[in-house]
Nanobody, 118 residues
Framework: QVQLVESGGGLVQPGGSLRLSCAAS????????MGWYRQAPGKERELVAV???????SYSDSGKGRFTISRDNAENTVYLQMNSLEPEDTAVYYC????????????WGQGTQVTVSS
């Protein structure tokens, strides 16, 4: 069984920073991409950032220049450093891990709430 445990969400003022973490454990092998998605109330889930096993990164337009994704392959952990947060960043943030060789499987965390408000 695979578990993704997220941490680091919370309430922050506009302009502040948060660092999200997601640790994968259990029977998970050949991790390829690790990423973060978010879902705001009344909106669809959207990609925030993704990082490959080789360290290549990709960001949504909303996060580019403010967010940094990184990973620790030895610990099967992915991080999202979020700076200059805006009220529009308020959402539930979900960790995603895609693993497998011939067949890819997506695993999801339970979500962590990020609220940006004064």
């Amino acid at each position: 069984q695979v578990q993704l445990v997220e941490s680091g969400g919370g309430l922050v003022q506009p302009g502040g920073s948060l660092r999200l973490s997601c640790a994968a454990s259990g029977r998970i092998f050949s991790i390829n991409t690790m990423g973060w998605y978010r879902q705001a109330p009344g909106k669809e889930r959207e990609l925030v950032a993704v990082i490959t096993s080789g360290g290549s990164t990709s960001y949504s337009d909303s996060g580019k220049g403010r967010f940094t994704i990184s990973r620790d392959n030895a610990e099967n952990t992915v991080y999202l450093q979020m700076n200059s947060l805006e009220p529009e960043d308020t959402a539930v943030y979900y960790c995603n891990v895609r693993a497998g060789t011939v067949y890819q499987t997506d695993y999801w965390g339970q979500g962590t709430q990020v609220t940006v408000s004064s």
